[in-house]
């Protein structure tokens, strides 16, 4: 049987773990979009040094493990003389990994936009900039809406590396009541349930956007 106690016992620290996992998810969401974003249209770039340099972004980030990219941060930086907090570094870190994915992603919606698109759009005067932003990114983004939503959920459950360096969050404050309890299952148990939380409700939003643009098609 479970111990249910661990849970009533240590609520302020799941709480706690819950809620810098859920602000560390959000903000890395938010940027690998951002990132992931600019590095894709660096990939379909004319300009061949971009083109380059998002490449080299995308195979390089996607081709090492998360824990060391985060360690690059966490690690990294400071011997150059910059300090973060081991949160801001995790999240950084999670951040930089999960945009290289989402490039792709993105990437592979925007070359699925047929290319008289962009042809028409730059015949009628926009630069390469303005077509990307209203003319292609628009129509891409509905196409990997399901495949990108699967990044995010990834992205949360990453969001664990956190723990390894202090981060403060679920996992690194179930490390800390498993230390304190000497339990080990029923621990991370409470620690899965709390991940199932932020995961599962973004799954089945990701399924009714993709439902909702499939009868739009």
């Given amino acids: 049987m479970i111990d249910f106690s661990i849970l009533t016992n ?11 996992t859920l602000k560390a998810s959000l903000l890395a969401l938010i940027g690998s979009f951002v990132l992931g974003t600019i590095f894709a249209i660096f990939r379909i770039s004319p300009i061949r040094p971009l083109n380059w340099i998002g490449a080299a972004f995308v195979e390089f980030v996607r081709n090492i493990p998360l824990i060391l990219v985060v360690f690059l941060f966490f ?6 003389g910059i300090r973060l907090n081991p949160f801001l570094a995790g999240t950084m870190g999670l951040t930089v990994y999960t945009a290289a994915f989402i490039a792709e992603t993105i990437r592979a919606g925007i070359q699925a936009v047929p290319k008289g698109q962009t042809e028409a759009a730059r015949s009628s005067g926009l630069t390469y900039l303005q077509t990307m932003r209203y003319v292609i ?12 939503g699967n990044q995010f959920i990834n992205l949360v459950k990453n969001s664990s590396v956190l723990g390894v360096i202090a981060g403060l969050d679920l996992m690194y404050f179930g490390d800390l009541i498993a230390a304190d309890t000497f339990v080990t299952f029923d621990v991370y148990i409470f620690v899965g349930l709390f991940y199932l939380i932020l995961t599962l409700p973004l799954s089945s939003f990701v399924s009714y956007l993709e439902r909702r643009l499939a009868r739009g098609r």
């Fill in 75 to 80: 690690v990294g930086l400071p011997s150059i």
């Fill in 137 to 148: 990114l628009p129509q891409a983004i509905k196409v990997v809406i399901p495949p990108m």
């Fill in 10 to 20: 240590h609520w302020d620290m799941y709480l706690e773990g819950f809620g810098n």
